[in-house]
T-cell receptor, first 115, second 117 residues
């Protein structure tokens, strides 16, 4: 069975600082995908970044980067130069092998960015 | 691109009535859509997978007769909560796979907050 673990219920960071949100996963599938979503208080789930299990390089999307360590089964999200608008819940999710489209979500981390 | 809409954004209904929630992919065709339920301060719980033109696949423990899902076209899936009760009050959010990235990325709608009185 697939499992996503986010051990940080809450994180604080000052504006303009970088922050790392932890995510570890467990799967027996050799092919899988890892996703990060942001959920602001409005409720919408916003796709941030994707990492495939066979991708050689860490994914980056603007201020977001994914620190993918396959041997450790971790896929931490790094947000650089935090902004007040980054305050939200962040969910790590995993999709299983080829043709398996369902996502398994972690419990989320609430990030608060202070001025 | 890859925009998903939901309607309504919120709804209040009386116990015993049925409520229909629509999920639309606005700028892409979605052969697969998903319906999730989220309780306050919790993660998303997958309710069912909806494939265009076929019956939905429900997750274990989800009553298919209570949560009717129809995926009539490549851009529309509907969730009908039949004979709603207060315990059905929740945040319902849909997602659709598309956008052409080839990564099976799910793009989510803005969600529907259901309150059953």
């Amino acid at each position: 069975a697939q499992k996503i673990t986010q051990t940080q219920p809450g994180m604080f960071v000052q504006e303009k600082e970088a922050v790392t949100l932890d995510c570890t996963y467990d799967t027996s599938d050799p092919s899988y995908g890892l996703f990060w979503y942001k959920q602001p208080s409005s409720g919408e789930m916003i796709f941030l970044i994707y990492q495939g299990s066979y991708d050689q390089q860490n994914a980056t999307e603007g201020r977001y980067s994914l620190n993918f360590q396959k041997a450790r089964k971790s896929a931490n999200l790094v947000i650089s130069a935090s902004q007040l608008g980054d305050s939200a819940m962040y969910f790590c999710a995993m999709r299983g092998g080829t043709g398996f489209q369902k996502l398994v979500f972690g419990t989320g981390t609430r990030l608060l960015v202070s001025p | 691109g890859a925009v998903v809409s939901q309607h309504p954004s919120w709804v209040i209904c009386k116990s015993g009535t049925s409520v229909k929630i629509e999920c639309r992919s606005l700028d892409f065709q979605a052969t697969t859509m998903f319906w999730y339920r989220q309780f306050p301060k919790q993660s998303l719980m997958l309710m069912a997978t909806s494939n265009e033109g076929s019956k939905a696949t429900y997750e274990q423990g989800v009553e298919k007769d209570k949560f009717l899902i129809n995926h009539a076209s490549l851009t529309l899936s509907t969730l009908t909560v039949t004979s709603a009760h207060p315990e059905d009050s929740s945040f319902y959010i849909c997602s659709a796979i598309g956008g052409g990235q080839g990564t099976d990325t799910q793009y989510f709608g803005p969600g529907t907050r259901l309150t059953v009185l």
